[in-house]
């Protein structure tokens, strides 16, 4: 069996997330596709991050296994795959490797403007809230964040985990040119020259957290939402009801994922 850790690129935009599931379009299910085109023997595939529906990526792991002896390159898989996904680069990798397991850090953006008329295509990588937004307030509250802390009322319920603490390493609320960030990637800006990044990197993520966090920073930003009552969210004892949506899945992106 050959074993290879491929970096991924891709638009989730016009797909249900990155995991395979029968009959519906994913990412996985298109990867697996233009594999299957290229390699002459069976082949599965592996990822770091299950991401959701709508959810982009910079740099996902991917474990391909195969019995196929051929060389496997960036060129001859990118040959194979849609436009909306690119291999950035492929080596060989151990069998026991688990790109969920073995990972130390995940770091996912958020990218949100709250800028009224944004276009169609900004639209497809940038998220908006129509509110006026204070800023220092949301900054107070990313400040909680980082270190160990029960994330009980930022998740969506349903998910499989142990446990909902997590550790946060790092993360920030930055103005960010958001050409810069796309330059030389799938994705473009439009007529944005400036939007708000929120960066947050973690050992490990619940499901739609990040986006539940945006969603709740944002009620912050226009005043529903209290510092303090942000603070008796994540300090205090799980919540029947949030106040808030889960952000716009248009403005995530999956960074990178780091192992030692």
């Not at 160990?148 to 446990?163: L, Q, V």
């Not at 709740?216 to 529903?224: C, D, E, P, Q, T």
């Not at 939402?225 to 999956?254: M, N």
Request: charged share 20%; net charge neutral; with cysteine.
């Amino acid at each position: 069996m050959n074993y290879y850790k491929a970096i991924i690129q891709y638009d989730g935009t016009d797909r249900i997330g990155f995991q395979w599931q029968e009959g519906m379009p994913t990412i996985q299910g298109d990867l697996n596709l233009a594999l299957e085109q290229i390699l002459q023997a069976k082949v599965t595939t592996r990822s770091a991050s299950r991401t959701d529906k709508g959810v982009h990526a910079f740099g996902q792991v991917v474990k391909i296994s195969t019995e196929d002896p051929s060389p496997l390159d960036p060129a001859r898989l990118n040959a194979a795959l849609p436009s909306h996904i690119r291999c950035l680069a492929i080596s060989p990798c151990a069998g026991d490797f688990i790109p969920s397991v073995d990972q130390t850090s995940k770091e996912y953006r958020y990218l949100f403007t709250n800028t009224p008329g944004v276009s169609g295509q900004d639209q497809r990588y940038i998220a908006q809230t129509p509110y006026p937004l204070n800023i220092d307030h949301m900054q107070t509250c990313i400040d909680m964040l980082r270190g160990r802390n029960d994330f009980r009322n930022f998740w969506s319920i349903g998910g499989i985990s142990n446990t909902t603490i997590r550790d946060i390493l790092e993360c920030d609320l930055a103005l960010i040119d958001p050409r810069e960030l796309f330059q030389d990637t799938l994705f473009t800006a439009g007529q944005i020259t400036s939007c708000w990044q929120f960066r947050i990197v973690g050992k490990g993520f619940l499901k739609h957290m990040v986006r539940h966090l945006v969603g709740a920073l944002w009620m912050v930003g226009n005043g529903r939402l209290t510092v303090e009552d942000f603070s008796g969210l994540l300090h205090g004892e799980q919540k029947e009801q949030r106040p808030w949506k889960k952000a716009d899945p248009r403005g995530l992106y999956l960074l990178k994922v780091s192992y030692e």
